[in-house]
C-alpha cells in the first residue's frame, strides 16, 4: 500500500501562487504515475496534471503555462508549484499515485485532499 499526505494549501489572493507537495511512503517501488486532482464545491473531481515515473508531464488546458508539476523519486515527492490562481479553481487538491501510467488505470492511492482558496 502507498500512503500520500498533502501539504502547503491555504488562502491566496487572485493572481497569487501556492505550492502543494505531497509525500509518499509505503510500497514506494510500485508507484508509477502521480498526479495533482482537484474538486471544486458541487463539481466532479478533475484531473489538473500528472507525471511518469521518468518525468514526462502532462496538464489540464485550463493550468497549461501556469501550474507546474515536478518530482522527486529520490525523497518520494511530487509537487505542484501553481501560478496566477484563479478564484475558480478554488477546491480540494488531492495528491494520487498509481502503480500505471497514466492516471486512471492500475492500483491508485490518494492522499486526504488540502484545501485552496483563492479570493477575488
Known amino acids: 500500500q502507498v500512503q500520500l499526505v498533502e501539504s502547503g494549501g491555504g488562502l491566496v489572493q487572485s493572481g497569487g501562487s501556492l505550492r502543494l507537495s505531497c509525500a509518499a511512503s509505503g510500497s514506494i517501488s510500485s508507484i508509477n504515475a502521480m498526479a495533482w486532482y482537484r474538486q471544486a464545491p458541487e463539481k466532479q473531481r478533475e484531473l489538473v496534471a500528472d507525471i511518469s515515473r521518468g518525468g514526462r508531464a502532462d496538464y489540464a488546458d485550463s493550468v497549461k503555462g501556469r501550474f507546474t508539476i515536478s518530482r522527486d523519486n529520490a525523497k518520494n515527492t511530487v509537487s505542484l508549484q501553481m501560478n496566477s490562481l484563479k478564484p475558480e479553481e478554488t477546491g480540494v487538491y488531492y495528491c494520487?499515485?498509481?502503480?500505471?501510467?497514466?492516471?486512471?488505470?492500475?492500483?491508485?492511492?490518494w492522499g486526504q485532499g488540502t484545501q485552496v482558496t483563492v479570493s477575488s
Open positions: 494520487y499515485a498509481t502503480t500505471a501510467y497514466p492516471p486512471g488505470w492500475g492500483v491508485a492511492a
